[in-house]
């Protein structure tokens, strides 16, 4: 299929743009982005139903289950199926979440599962040319290069760039895959959307995820949106959030610098310039504890630290406020008072408020306002954080990150040892395959591997400042769009650094095309998630199951089966496969589910056994679209996908966890308390809870983790069977693979992993108390003395980390703009997908600039005019002027799901043949700058700075 173009002609309606979106794409260069010859024709303005080319009337209709492949609200879907083509599909009305809604995205599944731009079979670049290869061919010489690489430079020098578009079985073995190659430098997509969040809230309460969730925001009264726009970035969850402003007349508040499609629909927005969220947030906070807002009985039996917040807050006066944040008193009093008389409320955040070098602090700050209000552990109050990816979740929950193991257990030798006892090998064995040396005295076994934020430096860094052997030399990008990462120009110097680089996709991504090599870059075509089946966790933290809907199309195999012929020819496959079955090279998902159900008990994904999950998947009808809970029914109480914690073995049934760290209900029932993961004191003050427990708790007040130890001491030691006796000696909750102390625990009323205070403080972080700090690029040089940055560090995450010598550098007269990405409906992540879907194409056709109308004038351009956005650091990218007031004057935004140009020059006829997407625009992070978070290595793409001229 080609591409047809429009007539250089401009119509008279296209002359006279507004700010309108529609609008503005009629002027794109490109009819239908999508627009295709053949049966695919679009009138201008009209799209058609996706129908196959021929369907057979007598021929027998199979209805399919499954889950949309984009963002993480997990909608559901019915697949028609004939003959074994996918013919059709309907929105799950009868699924709790989507409830038969569905964005733009998820109505063009079936293009995406029978996708002509979809790479077809492996390939090789050999001088500068495409070439066909069989999978053993490539396995083969893709496995040689690996092994010949380890051998010179050690395991690190491999990278396993993982997915959160993989099942949670697929990203669990992903996981342990890099974990017996014998590197912790394996990573995926949270890393650059939700890894501050996830350090930041779990080091407030103790789970870093969302604790409500999209269904329960029924109950809110009112809604904080700050760095989040679900009406592109979530259409669905829009349905429930307008759900409750129509049933509890909710009050939404949106926080962003844009005006957002979410603002349009808000009772209250606030235009604060990008980077100043905490400001923001102690702004509010003033105003509550002025007026004694805060909930104080809350406060004093679950919260530590808040005294400390009081003394940062006082701090920012309103003047302050609105000095460093832009935002009025009047409208920071407003804000405040809204939330304080409409209880209980949400606070709402995605990367607006986490992609920043204080993103831990932001997201921190938040929680600590939900805190002060007493919203936390309740029924439409919580942290609503809406995921990205339709499995970042799972991903991140099954371990495929630098810095943990699956369930978040960690890197020291007692995590290796129980993932050791779930797989059934020797720990010394696993321990020998990773490099022995130490660097900076630490074990690479032991130490946080190399972020997928950072992989660019550790293939340029110095490889004597990097703490492992040698430098990364070979690349696995497993699922993922290098687009959607920072720094792009030096991220193809890396690339072309490289020894070899492997993508394995479904598509060739843009990694394939932008690299400028000519040799080293092999393609594996992987097969979408319709092409296979297992779990998906959605953003809630239910687990939901996904029938296979086709066969694998061309020559395609799916992620697990690629894995297992990956690490049989690296030599380890019989060890990683060890209790797992595999049929015609195909390991059994099944059985995968139920190894990682053996070893989860941090984070309960063990008591969700794959016939629970299909019950739930065959059930959708019998759970309240509200309650998420199980009315009648073979899953009766259940909670709709079992969401983490779902304690215990599945045999003792436990229901799933709604809300976090609700008091109100049993724990067995799905209630909890904050998490004791932080000791039982410090300075000498109480961290457990006081005067506050789970309903039905035989312990009424706070009380530690529970061990082996603490069962004894209560007496609770012989409510244990013999055999559990036997498995729980010197364990505690989380080690104890029989789940007795589990059983017991939540047999007398409490929660297994103790009944603490959440901090308001987080003493091990760079931070203590959540700080303002000034970005690393930012215009306003009069805050930087009152708010600087870090000083630079000789190590985090193995390299070395820029902070003050960069924000010393004044580069605001140069680079006068600050330049801000987020979202689009119709494309998702680095967008190679979506907009290789006709079906999507159609709807935006080109990369483009949000600008202010004032520097528009100023800088002489106007509504339609192609423009030159140069980044901070040089990196500039050739897109579409679109002028709105959707922007602040000094303010600029780019959509980041673009790629297949680089600086302007088209890339188009690098792709191999039949693969390039419908649309291609320069990636909006050829333009952004160098700014990691200090915890986490989050990259900072919501505030640095441009100058923008007329091309």
Known sequence: ????????????????????????????????????????????????????????????????????????????????????????????????????????????????????????????????????????????????????????SGPDSVYWLGSAKHSNEQAYMFRKMASLWGTNNVDHQARICHSTTVAGVA?????????????????????????????????????????????????????????????????FYVSLRPGSDVAFIWGILWHVFKNNWEDKDFIQQRVFGMDEIRQEVAKWNPAEVERVTGVSEEEVYNTAKILSENRPGCVVWCMGGTQHTTGNNNTRAYCVLELALGNMGKSGGGANIFRGHDNVQGATDLGVLSHTLPGYYGLADGAWKHWAGVWDLDFEWIKNRFDQNEYRGQKPMNNMGIPVSRWIDGVLENKDNIEQKDNIRAMFYWGHAVNSQTRGVEMKKAMQKLDMMV?????????????????????????????????????????????????????????????????????????????????????????????????MWTIGYTGQSPERLKQHQQNWHTFHKTTLAAEGGPAHGDTYGLPWPCWGTPEMKHPGTHILYDTSKPVAEGGGTFRARFGVEFEGKNLLAEDSYSLGSEIQDGYPEFSDKLLKHLGWWDDLTEAEKAAAEGKNWKTDLSGGIQRVAIRHGCNPFGNAKARAIVW????????????????????????????????????????????????????????????????????????????????????????NPKDANDLGFKDGDMVWVEGAEKGRIHVKAMVTRRVKPGLAFIPFHFGGKFEGVDLRDKYPEGTDPYVIGDSANIATTYGYDPVTQMQETKVTLCNIRKA
């Not at 979809?118 to 053993?136: A, D, F, I, N």
């Not at 925001?217 to 349905?239: D, R, T, W, Y």
């Not at 703009?817 to 987020?822: A, P």
């Open 1 to 152: 299929m080609k591409l047809i173009k429009r007539s250089d002609s401009v119509s008279k309606e296209q002359n006279q743009l507004g700010i309108s979106r529609r609008a503005f794409m009629k002027n794109s260069s490109l009819a239908a982005g999508g627009a295709v010859a053949g049966a695919c024709l679009f009138t201008p303005g009209m799209i058609k139903k996706a129908e196959a080319k021929s369907v057979d009337p007598n021929a027998k209709t199979e209805i399919k289950r499954t889950i949309c492949s984009h963002c993480s609200v997990g909608c559901g879907i019915y697949a028609e199926v004939q003959n074994g083509v996918w013919t059709g599909q309907e929105p799950a009305f009868d699924h709790p979440f989507n409830a038969g809604g569905h964005c733009a995205k998820g109505a063009a599944l079936r293009e995406h599962g029978h996708g002509e731009r979809r790479l077809k079979y492996p390939m090789k670049l050999e001088g500068g040319k495409w070439k066909k290869l069989s999978w053993e061919q490539a396995i083969e010489e893709i496995g040689n290069k690996a092994l010949e690489i380890r051998e010179e």
């Open 203 to 267: 080091n407030t309460w103790g789970y870093g995820a969302m604790t409500n969730s999209f269904n329960d925001m029924h109950n809110c009264k009112s809604m904080l949106f700050i760095g989040s726009n679900p009406a592109e970035a979530h259409p669905v969850a829009m349905q429930h959030i307008l759900i409750a402003k129509e049933k509890n007349n909710c009050k939404i508040v949106v926080a962003d610098p844009r005006r957002t499609r979410t603002a349009a629909k808000s009772d």
């Open 503 to 599: 993508i394995v996709d479904p598509y060739p991504t843009v990694a394939a095309v932008m690299n400028d090599r000519t040799d080293g870059v092999y393609l594996l075509p992987a097969t979408t998630q319709f092409e296979t089946y297992g779990s998906v966790t959605a953003s809630n933290r239910s687990l939901q199951w996904r029938d296979q809907v086709i066969q694998p199309l061309f020559d395609s195999k799916p992620d697990h089966e690629i894995m297992y012929l990956m690490s049989k020819k690296l030599g380890f496959a019989e060890q990683l496969f060890k209790h797992i079955k595999v049929e015609n090279n195909q390991p059994v998902i099944e059985d995968i589910t139920r190894e990682f159900n053996k070893g």
């Open 764 to 851: 091990t972080f760079p931070d203590r108390v959540p700080l303002h700090r000034e970005p690393l690029y930012t215009p306003r040089r009069d805050l930087v003395a009152d708010y600087p940055t870090w000083d630079d560090s000789e190590s985090i995450y193995r390299l070395p980390t820029m902070y003050k010598s960069i924000q010393d550098q004044d580069k605001s007269k140069e680079y006068p703009i600050i330049l801000t990405s987020g979202r689009l409906v119709e494309y998702e992540g680095g967008g190679e997908e979506t907009r290789s879907n006709p079906w999507l194409a159609e709807l935006q056709q080109e990369m483009f600039v949000e600008v």
